[in-house]
């Protein structure tokens, strides 16, 4: 169990780093706090519609997040020693 322990543990930290540059990679789909506050132009953009690499990022970014929840439970779980 000990050695099961630590590759989830290196898994985890290396799915942790990808995931973080994979958000880094996607276009905002809104301004933000500007926008809300009165502060942005106009953009008559929809939230649907994006596609290719925009709607394959998000999805990967979904499946990669739900494979660091399990991956938190589970080390959650495991005995350390």
Do not use: C
């Amino acid at each position: 169990m000990f050695i099961i322990y630590w590759l989830v543990l290196i898994l985890f930290i290396l799915l942790s780093l990808l995931l973080s540059g994979i958000i880094l990679l996607q276009e905002p789909k809104q301004s933000g706090l500007g926008d809300a506050l009165g502060g942005g132009g106009g953009g008559g953009e929809s939230f649907s519609g994006g596609g290719g690499v925009t709607s394959g990022l998000h999805n990967l970014t979904i499946w990669l997040g739900i494979t660091w929840g399990v991956l938190a439970l589970l080390l959650a779980l495991l005995p350390r020693a």
